[in-house]
C-alpha cells in the first residue's frame, strides 16, 4: 500500500460543506487549517446557486453513504443540509456547525418566490423554517457545537440558537472571516478530536459489553 494513502487512512477524515453561493477558495484556508498531522479535511462540493435544498440534502446524503467521514464541519446554510443529510444517511459523528440559521434568516424575508434562480436554496429554507411546528430531527448520536460571529449580520447570533447542542462558541468574526480565522479552526479541530475519541471509547465500551 502507498504510504502517503496509509497515513491518510489513519487520520481523521473531515468532510467540509459549504453554503450559499460561496466560492470554494474561501474554504481553502480552513481546510488547510483542519488538516494536520492527526486529520484530513475534504471539501464536499455541490451547485449552491440554483439547486434546490432538497437536492442538495439528497447529493450530500448519498456522499455520506459512499464516503462517510469522521466528522463534518459545516458552515451557513450548508449546517441545515447536513443536518437534514445526516438524519437521512443514518450518519453518526462529530458535526461542527459554522453560522448555522436555525431559524429564518432576516435578511430572506423580502426576497420573491419567482426568484428560484439563483435563491432557491434559501427560498426553500425560508419556507422550511417558516412552516407551522417547523423542527429539526433528533441526532443523538452526534455531538454538535456551533460558533457563531458577533458580527454576522447574514446569519444574527439568534438565527444560531438551538437546544441540541454539546457546546456553543462566540467569536468576534463576521459571516465568512470566520472562514480564514485560525482560532476558529483550532477549536472546531481541538473539540472534533476530543468528541472523536470519546466516540470511539464508547463503541469499544458497547462492544465488549456485547462481547
Known amino acids: 500500500m502507498d504510504v502517503r494513502r496509509s497515513e491518510t487512512l489513519s487520520k481523521i477524515s473531515l468532510r467540509v460543506v459549504h453554503g450559499f453561493a460561496v466560492a470554494s477558495f474561501f474554504f481553502r484556508p480552513l481546510i488547510s487549517r483542519l488538516s494536520s498531522d ?40 450548508g449546517c441545515v443540509a447536513t443536518w437534514l443529510a445526516v438524519h437521512e444517511a443514518k450518519w453518526n459523528g462529530p458535526i461542527v456547525m459554522l453560522a448555522p440559521p436555525f431559524s429564518t434568516i432576516p435578511s430572506t424575508r423580502l426576497l420573491p418566490r419567482f426568484l428560484r434562480w439563483p435563491f432557491a436554496p434559501l ?7 417558516a412552516a407551522s411546528g417547523f423542527q429539526l430531527p433528533n441526532l443523538t448520536a452526534c455531538p454538535m457545537m456551533t460558533v457563531a460571529g458577533r458580527f454576522d449580520f447574514s446569519v444574527p447570533l439568534s438565527c444560531t ?30 473539540w472534533v478530536v476530543r468528541n472523536h475519541t470519546a466516540s470511539d471509547l464508547r463503541m469499544d465500551n458497547e462492544s465488549m459489553g456485547r462481547g
Open 38 to 77: 492527526s486529520s484530513h479535511a475534504t471539501l464536499f462540493r455541490y451547485p449552491s446557486v440554483g439547486l434546490s435544498l432538497e437536492d442538495i440534502v439528497a447529493k450530500l446524503s448519498l456522499n455520506l453513504r459512499e464516503q462517510p467521514p469522521d466528522a463534518i464541519v459545516a458552515h451557513s446554510l
Open 123 to 129: 427560498l426553500d429554507h425560508r419556507a422550511l423554517t
Open 161 to 190: 440558537r438551538h437546544g441540541d447542542l454539546e457546546e456553543s462558541l462566540v467569536t468576534f468574526d463576521t459571516h465568512n472571516s470566520m472562514l480564514f480565522s485560525s482560532s476558529v479552526a483550532t477549536a472546531c479541530l481541538d
